[in-house]
């Protein structure tokens, strides 16, 4: 995925306003829908950011904006 290249050893700071986890887990449910991915039936459940061990967020399809 784009996604990766996007965020892999880059500063967070210089692509997501505010990188929470939050913010980051709308950053990548928003790029997976921007891809052309040649077909339609595409379908995301949920994208879960882990911060900690054990504190995370978990963003499905629709929340969030």
């Known amino acids: ?3 990766k ?3 892999d050893h880059k500063l967070l700071n210089d ?3 505010m990188p929470t986890a939050e913010n980051i ?3 990548v449910r928003n790029k ?3 891809q052309d991915w ?3 039936l595409v379908n995301l459940c949920y994208i879960k950011v882990w911060e900690t061990l054990d ?3 978990e963003l499905g399809r629709s929340e969030g904006g």
Do not use: D, K, R
């Open 25 to 27: 887990a709308a950053y």
């Open 15 to 17: 692509i997501i306003p």
């Open 38 to 40: 040649g077909f339609s």
């Open 1 to 3: 995925l784009q996604v």
């Open 55 to 57: 504190s995370f967020c």
């Open 5 to 7: 290249e996007n965020l």
């Open 32 to 34: 997976f829908y921007e």
